[in-house]
């Protein structure tokens, strides 16, 4: 597999309801995993769901950070894909420190192709890998 980058998919639970909840607490941790992951934020949108609940989507220059909060469960999901240079790990951990989510699972997808773009500009046998 040619290799184009690591996307990780990340289920996390014990996390602190008021954290979950806060949409500018949110934003600074999307941005201190930002700069932990070594990555350049092109836009941030965080949206406040009533009664509760934040998803937040940063568009990077390596590609994208997102994240879901379930506040009433303790629970949020992460997706990160990082393209080129970047270090989605160590955004992660970041942002798992930040919303103190006590078990985490993540499931890491080395993202690329197998075969060369045949002349028609088509992929011809994309591949997909189940990891973990």
């Known amino acids: ?5 690591t ?8 996390a602190p309801e008021d954290l979950l909840n806060d949409p500018e607490g949110i934003r600074r941790a999307i941005m201190d995993a930002i700069e932990a992951g070594e990555a350049t934020l ?8 009533s009664p509760h609940g934040v ?5 990077l220059a390596e590609s994208h950070i997102a994240i879901h ?4 469960h303790g629970y949020f999901a992460a997706d990160l894909f990082f393209c080129g240079r970047g ?6 951990k970041l942002l798992e420190t930040a919303l103190k989510a ?3 699972r993540t499931r890491e997808i080395p993202r690329g192709f197998d075969k060369a773009v045949q002349s028609n500009g088509r992929l011809e046998d994309f591949a997909y ?3 973990g």
């Open 69 to 72: 909060t379930w506040p009433e």
């Open 42 to 49: 092109i836009d941030l949108c965080v949206h406040q769901f």
């Open 102 to 104: 006590k078990e985490v």
């Open 7 to 14: 996307h990780l998919v990340v289920d996390a639970w014990g």
């Open 1 to 5: 597999m040619k290799q184009v980058g």
């Open 55 to 59: 998803t937040a989507t940063a568009t």
């Open 129 to 131: 890998q189940t990891v």
């Open 87 to 92: 270090k989605p790990a160590e955004a992660m």
